[in-house]
T-cell receptor, first 110, second 115 residues
Framework: GEDVEQSLFLSVREGDSSVINCTYT??????LYWYKQEPGAGLQLLTY?????DMKQDQRLTVLLNKKDKHLSLRIADTQTGDSAIYFC??????????FGKGTKLSVIP | GAGVSQTPSNKVTEKGKYVELRCDPI?????LYWYRQSLGQGPEFLIY????????DSGLPNDRFFAVRPEGSVSTLKIQRTERGDSAVYLC?????????????FGPGTRLLVL
């Protein structure tokens, strides 16, 4: 397809790990991003991965990239209620323009 | 400033009216972007400025939409003859130089409602 694809909803229990998946479209994307959006707030950059990497870890966040399948995932370890938000993956088909998925709404159950 | 700011935070207008949305980027950032986020969707690219010039306006949906950045800092997105379908959150972002891989810092957005 032509769109960046994400599942729309994910529900996890507090303390569990969350895995949010994304399929992107442009194999030439140099960077792939994960943004977080909380209600009424702008987009906050969580992390990004350069296309020549397979994995990137940043504290509780782990990003995995499978270039062959154009698959990106974000794992949040020890998920907290404050992690409840919408998570967007984004690719960079040009050098600057971000193309976003529709977002995955993460709900954390106490 | 500390971050990207946008005004107004909310704008309600009537169909057919003209609106202006303002963006103040992070001081010193030469690259500025406008995106539009409709309900339940991810942000969609509208236009990219490098300095004062619009380097890429390919995302503007039609000629009712126009944006300026006359002094290379503040930008204004202008919408003429608004339609109900223009209702969305308009997001502005800035980055240091507009080069690949730079972090784009987003403002809180302007929520536009066209009645």
């Amino acid at each position: 397809g032509e769109d960046v694809e994400q599942s729309l909803f994910l529900s996890v229990r507090e303390g569990d790990s969350s895995v949010i998946n994304c399929t992107y479209t442009d194999s030439s994307s140099t960077y792939l991003y994960w943004y977080k959006q909380e209600p009424g707030a702008g987009l906050q950059l969580l992390t990004y991965i350069f296309s020549n990497m397979d994995m990137k870890q940043d504290q509780r966040l782990t990003v995995l990239l499978n270039k062959k399948d154009k698959h990106l995932s974000l794992r949040i370890a020890d998920t907290q209620t404050g992690d409840s938000a919408i998570y967007f993956c984004a690719e960079t088909p040009g050098s600057y323009q971000l193309t976003f998925g529709k977002g995955t709404k993460l709900s954390v159950i106490p | 400033g500390a971050g990207v700011s946008q005004t107004p935070s909310n704008k309600v207008t009537e169909k057919g009216k003209y609106v202006e949305l303002r963006c103040d980027p992070i001081s010193g950032h030469t690259a500025l972007y406008w995106y539009r986020q409709s309900l339940g969707q991810g942000p969609e690219f509208l236009i990219y400025f490098q300095g004062t010039g619009a380097a890429d306006d390919s995302g503007l949906p039609n000629d009712r939409f126009f944006a300026v950045r006359p002094e290379g800092s503040v930008s204004t997105l202008k919408i003429q003859r608004t339609e109900r379908g223009d209702s969305a959150v308009y997001l502005c972002a800035s980055s240091s130089r507009g080069a690949g891989g730079e972090t784009q810092y987003f403002g809180p957005g302007t929520r536009l409602l066209v009645l």
